[in-house]
């Protein structure tokens, strides 16, 4: 197991890739907005996770923040792999193979908490409802009664506390209840703990806005599923909401879509042989999770590897064995090879990671997603009226030029279905955002030239218009300005 968690560490070593934590950032020190309208109401659901990241952020920005996500990650596969034995060198080059073609889902993001949650649930919550005949065995025993009677109430002052934590940290913490209650059924239902599990449920309720933050889970559900006309588009527009199947079938992210695929069926095939088990059933749930939507993903890998291998032996990622060589390989090769082939395999992903780091900026902030430069000559250079921006770089522009109200960011949840198909409608059809741009006193757009560059025929048409003019320019993004007569 150590070879999974020092290689979860450096794997999570890459700027911050996922630009929603910029909007995070602006959020811990002013909740901010676009100045387009917003859904109401406004829950702002991460706002313990905000707090958290900025703290870091403050103290070492980017570099330390990297840190800081990679140290949790490991935490988390250390939680949920804790009691797993993994002695073969085989199954543990598999594993190291899996996460790097996966390392960039180790993001700092609001799941990521989540997880850790999950992981500190997964090895109390068994110990916690443990089985009838099992406290009857405690309770018997008069001198051990006390003290599990003060360790058992630790407990359950520790998970209430998480979850009341949790609340405010992602609106996935409806995971921790639905959690308890598969543990609590595979342990067998008492009217003492089915209360505590209705109390994790009704945690969100003690909070200033309780009510919202007891809904959101549902809102994030519709999104997720598209159950409603509005969500349908958010669920079959945005990538990360589309399933890995749609992907492939794209073929966008061959790859990872393509595993994302096998790991999921390979993993509710190993839950179905083992349904009388909770954690087999919270392994075919993150599962189908993740065939659902490729966000999801990450939820499921590290039940795979605490689950997953345990239940299906033959998947050959873990053995109890101290024989390196697999079983059902045929015995044509001297022993050594069974550790020299799995040596060089980790030996060769490791190269491939080291050689990744030298096309990482020092900063740690991936400049290619987010208008570092420009966002640097916007501060320079203000303007009198409003920005169009792209959705990416909404919110590193909120964090580091506050006075400049953005378009648009990464929380697509505050916007209505008709306001996003408007906002990609201006890519296919500039002339409309010419229009709208004049009635709404837009006077400057900041747009990608080559990651995520949807705009090229809005870039084209602003270009060609008198009324536009290009203020910046470098080789990944571009300022344009309304030209004044």
């Given at each position: 197991m150590f070879l999974i968690i020092v290689s979860v560490v450096l794997f999570a070593v890459f700027p911050l890739t996922d630009t929603d934590i910029w909007w995070h950032l602006a959020c811990a020190r002013k909740w901010v907005t676009t100045?387009?309208?917003?859904?109401?109401?406004?829950?702002?659901?991460?706002?313990?996770?905000?707090?958290?990241?900025?703290?870091?952020?403050?103290?070492?920005?980017?570099?330390?923040?990297?840190?800081?996500?990679?140290?949790?990650?490991?935490?988390?596969?250390?939680?949920?792999?804790?009691?797993?034995?993994?002695?073969?060198?085989?199954?543990?080059?598999?594993?190291?193979?899996?996460l790097f073609i996966f390392r960039y889902q180790l993001e700092i993001r609001p799941v990521l908490f989540s997880l850790l949650f999950l992981g500190i649930y997964w090895n109390v919550l068994p110990w916690l409802f443990r089985s009838r005949n099992e406290m009857r065995g405690l309770c018997a025993n008069r001198v051990a009664k006390p003290h599990n009677v003060v360790k058992t109430a630790g407990a359950a002052v520790l998970i209430l506390a998480i979850q009341w934590l949790w609340c405010k940290f992602q609106g996935l913490y409806i995971l921790g209840p639905i959690f308890a209650l598969l543990i609590l059924w595979a342990n067998g239902w008492s009217r003492r703990w089915g209360a505590f599990v209705v109390l994790l449920f009704a945690m969100p309720l003690l909070h200033r806005d309780g009510l919202n933050l007891f809904l959101y889970p549902f809102g994030l559900l519709d999104r997720l599923l598209g159950l409603s006309p509005s969500a349908a588009f958010f669920a079959s527009e945005i990538a990360e909401n589309r399933s890995p199947i749609t992907l492939l079938l794209n073929c966008e992210n061959v790859l990872q879509s393509s595993m994302m695929i096998l790991l999921s069926l390979a993993g509710i095939v190993a839950s179905v042989r083992h349904l009388c088990r909770s954690e087999s059933v919270w392994l075919l749930t993150t599962a189908i999770l993740a065939l659902v939507a490729e966000r999801n993903f990450v939820l499921f890998l590290p039940v795979f590897f605490a689950v997953g291998i345990k239940c299906w032996p033959r998947l050959c990622l873990c053995k109890k064995s101290h024989d390196v060589r697999p079983s059902r390989l045929p015995n044509r090769l001297p022993p050594a090879a069974y550790r020299l082939l799995p040596t060089l395999l980790i030996a060769f992903t490791l190269g491939l990671w080291a050689k990744s780091l030298a096309f990482y900026d020092r900063s740690m902030v991936a400049y290619q997603r987010v208008p570092v430069a420009a966002t640097q000559w916007m501060l320079e250079n203000p303007h009198s009226g409003r920005l169009f921006n792209d959705d990416r770089a909404g919110g590193y522009l909120a964090f580091m030029n506050p006075s400049d109200s953005t378009f648009i960011d990464g929380r697509f949840i505050l916007k209505t279905a008709e306001f996003f198909e408007k906002y990609l409608q201006y890519a296919e059809s500039p002339q409309t955002f010419l229009h709208d741009a004049d009635s709404l006193d837009i006077d400057r757009v900041v747009l990608p030239l080559r990651y995520y560059a949807r705009w090229d025929k809005l870039l084209g048409t602003l270009d060609s218009s008198e009324k536009w003019h290009v203020a910046y320019r470098d080789s990944l993004f571009v300022v344009m300005d309304r030209t004044a007569h």
């Open positions: 100045w387009t309208p917003v859904r109401e109401p406004v829950v702002n659901v991460h706002e313990y996770f905000q707090q958290v990241v900025a703290i870091v952020y403050d103290v070492g920005g980017a570099p330390l923040l990297v840190a800081f996500k990679a140290v949790l990650w490991s935490l988390v596969f250390a939680l949920f792999l804790r009691g797993v034995k993994c002695r073969n060198l085989t199954s543990s080059a598999i594993a190291v193979v899996i």
